[in-house]
């Protein structure tokens, strides 16, 4: 018996689908030549290898770089996981700290992108504007450009593992961590009334969410730092606790973008909870709207166009929105690009730059969300995160000694 890495592919539901896979090869020699060929193998090998459900398949193996390889030698894709909560329309701050990076990384990572539905309901909910929002949500993942062959998309509460683990990190959890996290802070230093124990303990839950699927990294933007950093914390002091249960994951925090700023009050965060409605532009705002927003953006009487946050906060803000959505164009580039002119310029090519991205994100939607792409979606994603999180919940309550058969 050996242990060989070798691209693979596999013949699902009638499609070919490619991927390099790891696995423990128990006849090597069954390789015909120089290891190129066509072979039926049972399903039961094919899922150790991939993790994919589903009846008998078959697969062609061929060698890595000419010849099989061990897997020690062989890099394998790394995984990212990431969510995101719906308790409103997603805005241009999700798209840019989030969306478009969970976009942009599918090609080169295993991304696994879903929908935190079990967070909404951390804060009151109308259960139909939430049911809207929830399809909105995956419809928008689509429409931004994550590709259901590549990244793994499903809502939260199909896979009830999730859930089940959040218990288990409740419990491992401490409350003096719980009482740092800055978001339950932050409310309750409001003055808001009747917050939930859910939103109190809400950050046990991201934790599971993504330990449950041993990540390499999160991509989140900078408010959701703190708690991949929490989960980081929980996933060593169960790992010291246990033995080896969790791979520790690193967040990943945009350079540009990671804290896209209020158009109307450049000293708060975009969010979906802007009570006045002009600082936050939502990804299915009609264009009109999204540019009289960027028009009226609040910026200061410097009449200077210089990437200086502390000093001239909204002027820079609509600057990290141009650079973002232009590839990360170094801030230097745009001062030099407006050197000499007034707002009402930066002003529009931001305005220009938002507007053509929630053209080209609004069309693909209104295909996606009158089609049944949707469901779809979602389930053969539930599919896929259900294989690898009910082995995972298997595994971590043997090792904590709570299960009996
Ligand atoms: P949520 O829904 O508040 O935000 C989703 C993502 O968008 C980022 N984001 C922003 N980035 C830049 N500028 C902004 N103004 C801005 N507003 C939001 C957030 O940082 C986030 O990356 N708890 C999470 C959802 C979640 C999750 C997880 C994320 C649940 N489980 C596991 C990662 C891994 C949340 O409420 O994100």
């Avoid at 890595?64 to 969510?83: A, D, H, Q, T, Y």
């Avoid at 309750?188 to 839950?205: F, I, M, R, V, W």
């Avoid at 209020?262 to 002009?278: E, F, G, R, Y």
């Amino acid at each position: 018996m050996r242990t060989y890495a070798f691209h693979i592919r596999l013949k699902r539901d009638g499609e070919w689908c490619d991927a390099v896979a790891g696995g423990i090869w128990w006849n090597p020699g069954a390789s015909s030549g120089n290891g190129s060929g066509e072979h039926r193998y049972p399903i039961k090998v094919i899922q150790r290898v991939l993790n994919k459900p589903g009846g008998t398949a078959q697969f062609i193996m061929r060698p890595v770089m000419g010849r099989f390889l061990c897997l020690g030698e062989e890099k394998s894709m790394k995984r990212m996981l990431s969510g995101i909560k719906p308790t409103g329309q997603l805005h241009l701050g999700n798209y840019i700290g989030a969306l478009s990076k969970f976009v942009s990384y599918q090609d080169e990572y295993e991304m696994i992108a879903f929908i935190a539905n079990l967070h909404c309901i951390t804060v009151p909910q109308d259960p139909e504007e939430l049911q809207r929002n929830l399809r909105d949500c995956v419809a928008l993942y689509l429409a931004c450009g994550l590709d259901p062959k590549k990244s793994t998309i499903f809502l939260q509460t199909d896979v009830k593992e999730h859930a089940q683990l959040g218990y288990i990190m409740c419990c491992h959890t401490y409350m003096g961590e719980l009482n740092r996290m800055t978001q339950f802070k932050d409310k309750q230093a409001h003055g808001e009334k009747n917050l939930s124990g859910g939103l109190y303990t809400y950050p046990a839950l991201m934790a599971a969410d993504i330990l449950i699927y041993d990540p390499d990294y999160v991509p989140v933007g900078e408010d959701q730092k703190q708690h991949v950093e929490l989960t980081r914390d929980v996933a060593i002091r169960m790992n010291n606790r246990y033995g080896n249960l969790f791979k520790v994951p690193e967040p990943l925090i945009p350079k540009v973008g990671a804290r896209v700023m209020s158009l109307s009050d450049p000293s708060k965060k975009m969010s979906k909870s802007d009570a006045t409605n002009k600082g936050c532009i939502y990804l299915l705002d009609d264009l009109k709207t999204a540019r009289k927003k960027v028009m009226s953006a609040k910026t200061d009487s410097l009449n200077q166009i210089k990437f200086d946050p502390e000093n001239q906060p909204g002027v820079a803000n609509l600057m990290q929105i141009l650079s973002s959505l232009s590839d990360n164009r170094p801030m230097a580039d745009i001062e030099a690009e407006f050197a000499g002119k007034g707002y009402g310029d930066l002003k529009r090519a931001v305005a220009d730059k938002v507007c053509a991205e929630l053209e080209m994100i609004q069309g693909r939607y209104n295909e996606i969300i009158a089609s049944s792409m949707i469901e779809d979606v979602l389930k053969e994603g539930a599919e896929k995160a259900r294989a690898m999180a009910q082995p995972k919940l298997a595994n971590i309550q043997r090792a904590i000694g709570m299960e009996i058969i």
